[in-house]
């Protein structure tokens, strides 16, 4: 499984972005993905996920900022960041989970500074 993540960048406090990311190859029906972050220093942190059926997990320090959603044809999740603030400043990265086996993208850098 290979996973192609973009949509990164600048913003200010207050701002958005919105993340996507695609997984190709051998794809299997169940699988989940979304999104951990690593910030300089700091371990990687879980911060959101969602299913095949769209039931979706969130971290609570995102929890009503983000929204995560995915399009099964397609094999993508997005992730809607609103309302950043400088502690989500972070290297973003894709995964896809399935039959209890991880897969990692490239990390997104997201810099939320003013």
């Known amino acids: 499984v290979q996973l192609q993540a973009s949509g990164g960048g600048s913003v200010q406090p207050e701002g958005s972005l919105r993340l996507s990311c695609a997984a190709s190859g051998s794809i299997s029906s169940g699988y989940v993905m979304g999104w951990h972050r690593q910030a300089p220093g700091k371990q990687r942190e879980f911060v959101a996920n969602?299913?095949?059926?769209?039931?979706?997990n969130y971290a609570g320090s995102v929890k009503g900022r983000f929204t995560i959603s995915r399009d099964n044809a397609k094999n993508t999740v997005y992730l809607q960041m609103n309302s950043l603030k400088p502690e989500d400043t972070a290297v973003y990265l894709c995964?896809?989970?399935?039959?209890?086996?991880?897969?990692w993208g490239q990390g997104t850098q997201v810099t939320v500074s003013s």
């Open positions: 969602i299913n095949v059926a769209l039931y979706t």
């Open positions: 995964h896809y989970w399935s039959r209890g086996v991880y897969y």
